[in-house]
Nanobody, 117 residues
Framework: QVQLVESGGRSVQPGGSLTLSCAVS????????MTWFRQAPGKEREFVAT????????YYTDSVKGRFTISRDVDKNTVYLQMNNLVPEDTAVYSC??????????WGQGTSVTVHS
């Protein structure tokens, strides 16, 4: 059974930084694409960043480029989302998800990030 557990979400002031973690069990990161999504209050879930299994290539939505960094530690089987220069528009529940193929089969429960002064 594959499990994803996020952590690290909290309230932070604008301009601050946070690192979210997604601990994966039951499957190694070298076999699944891992992605961070977020869902702001009253909005649909949106793609934030992804990291590919074989080469660790990364992709970001435009609004976070230059501010967020997705990374992974294969020894710890954990994916991270380093978020810098946070703005109120980054307020959302952040979830990690994994897909071995074309479909996201594995989801975490989400961790809440609030950016406010």
């Amino acid at each position: 059974q594959v499990q994803l557990v996020e952590s690290g979400g909290r309230s932070v002031q604008p301009g601050g930084s946070l690192t979210l973690s997604c601990a994966v069990s039951g499957r190694t990161l070298s076999t699944i694409t891992m992605t961070w999504f977020r869902q702001a209050p009253g909005k649909e879930r949106e793609f934030v960043a992804t990291i590919t299994p074989t080469y660790g290539s990364t992709y970001y939505t435009d609004s976070v480029k230059g501010r967020f960094t997705i990374s992974r530690d294969v020894d710890k089987n954990t994916v991270y989302l380093q978020m810098n220069n946070l703005v109120p528009e980054d307020t959302a529940v952040y979830s990690c998800a994994g897909r071995p193929g074309m479909t996201y089969e594995y989801w975490g429960q989400g961790t809440s990030v609030t950016v406010h002064s």
